[in-house]
Nanobody, 118 residues
Framework: QVQLVESGGGLVQPGGSLRLSCAASGSALSIYVMGWYRQAPGKQRELVARITGAGSTNYADSVKGRFTMSRDYAKNTVYLEMNSLKPEDTAVYYC????????????WGQGTQVTVSS
């Protein structure tokens, strides 16, 4: 079992920055693929960024060059640094942990609200 706790959301003006954190607890966390997803009102949940156990990252086209995902193995924490925020980035952001060797091991955090507005 893996538990995920997100933090760092809030209200920011367009062009501003935020850093989201996701603290994970459980076993064998270093092998998990960690992801940040977001869901805006009336829209489907979408992948924002993902990092593998080896540290490889990939990003949605809409956030490339603006968002950076990183991973602290010692703290079992992943981060999402968000810069040059736009109103269309407004959504609930969810942390996800997925064991690539066991499909049933797929966990979600409770989500954190990010609002980009002037």
């Amino acid at each position: 079992q893996v538990q995920l706790v997100e933090s760092g959301g809030g209200l920011v003006q367009p062009g501003g920055s935020l850093r989201l954190s996701c603290a994970a607890s459980g076993s064998a966390l270093s092998i998990y693929v960690m992801g940040w997803y977001r869901q805006a009102p009336g829209k489907q949940r979408e992948l924002v960024a993902r990092i593998t156990g080896a540290g490889s990252t990939n990003y949605a086209d809409s956030v490339k060059g603006r968002f950076t995902m990183s991973r602290d193995y010692a703290k079992n924490t992943v981060y999402l640094e968000m810069n040059s925020l736009k109103p269309e980035d407004t959504a609930v952001y969810y942390c996800n942990a997925h064991n690539p060797y066991w499909a049933q091991a797929n966990y979600w955090g409770q989500g954190t609200q990010v609002t980009v507005s002037s």
